[in-house]
């Protein structure tokens, strides 16, 4: 019973890593100092601050003045969760921008999926809605001297290596001024997103504008939103059908098959993808190094695939979903007979493939 519960215990574990959010102050309820000037997120929003001379404003229950909650000086509003929000102009004559950038829990790791999640609401003193909101990861927090969009050519020039700008999918304007619309979209890592850059990377010609309010037809109007509970969580690798990977951290001590600790997230990103692919089946190979005699090494690489496979029937998989074989040494990644090269060849591969039509 005692191991039955440590093994419910590790999934919890495991499971609740997936949904940790990787944003420092998602919700921006840590603050510095309790707002009470306007165009002052940078000093006052614990890990936010703005990426170009952009004024971004910051929210929070605690402030007497125009920055309270509910009631602000761009109108009223409840936080989605919690007791602040930020806000920041989308739209705004001569493609006055603000944006919003925040350092990442931890490096992103490549090839490996992500979900980013905000949630947005347009200001009751907006003039107007907008459809374009994106997304942008650097390397280094960006320091760009301008109040304009932040073009895609202005980011090719930065001084810090930053993603493609991602737009998140829309389905109408962004023009509920009452409720909290929800924004998400998934990403692909390369591998050296350390930090998250918010807004609107349109100019005003580029981007889809719907005037709500009476104005003339020279004025361009503004579009004010409100941001909150923003999260970027970690979904698992980037799986593709018929290519071999190596599992990471499934590399096994000497005549040893046992998997060992660092093993168990691997395997698991491995179950995750198995799960929501149900369409899929999956062939586990063992590999041993060249020490021993080729026998020995078959039953080896074969104990060693067979003890991946089980942990993935014992996660759930279908055992008619997966295939264990050993190579023994006969595959080695590394000739060179280094002890570091034996490391590596102590490992297992996979290949996931589709279920063939009847």
């Known amino acids: 019973m005692k191991v039955r519960f440590q093994y419910i215990l590790f999934l919890l574990i495991v499971s609740s890593g997936f949904s940790q959010n990787l944003v420092q102050n998602g919700g921006f309820e840590d603050f510095v100092s309790c707002p009470v000037k306007m165009s002052n997120l940078n000093k006052d929003a614990a890990y936010w601050s703005a990426p170009t001379l952009g004024t971004t404003d910051y929210f929070n229950e605690c402030s007497r003045t125009k920055l309270g909650v509910p009631v602000n000086f761009k109108g009223k509003q409840e936080p989605y969760e919690g007791a602040a929000y930020a806000g920041l102009y989308l739209f705004a004559p001569r493609d006055y921008r603000e944006y919003i950038q925040v350092p990442l829990k931890e490096t992103l790791e490549k090839g490996s999926r992500y979900r980013l999640t905000l949630f947005l609401s347009l200001s009751e003193k907006s003039d107007g809605a907008v459809m374009d909101m994106g997304a942008v990861f650097a390397e280094k927090p960006l320091s760009v001297h301008t109040k304009r969009e932040l073009s895609q050519n202005q980011l090719y020039t930065a001084s810090a290596q930053t993603s493609h700008i991602k737009q998140f999918p829309v389905s109408g304007y962004y023009q509920d001024k009452q409720n909290w619309m929800e924004l998400s979209f998934d990403i692909v890592s390369k591998g050296f997103e350390n930090y998250l850059i918010l807004g609107n990377f349109k100019s005003n010609a580029g981007t889809n504008y719907l005037k709500t309010t009476k104005t003339s037809k020279r004025e361009e109007g503004y579009s004010y939103y409100y941001l909150d509970d923003i999260s970027l969580t970690y979904l698992g690798p980037e799986y593709k059908t018929d290519e071999v ?27 995750e993808h198995l799960k929501k692919n149900p369409n899929l089946k999956v062939a586990i190979n063992g590999h041993t190094d060249d020490l021993g005699s080729d026998e020995y090494n078959d039953v080896l690489s074969r104990e060693r695939a067979s003890s991946v496979a089980q942990y993935l029937i014992n996660l759930g998989l279908d055992k008619n979903r997966i295939t264990s074989k050993g190579y023994g040494d006969s595959k080695p990644l590394d000739t060179t007979l280094t002890d570091e090269a034996r490391r590596k060849n102590r490992r297992v591969e996979f290949v996931m493939t589709k279920f063939e039509d009847n």
Not at 259 to 264: F, G, H, V
């Open 245 to 271: 990977y190596v599992l990471d951290h499934v590399n096994f001590n000497f005549d040893r098959f046992d998997l060992q600790p660092k093993a168990e997230q691997s395997l698991r990103d491995v179950y």
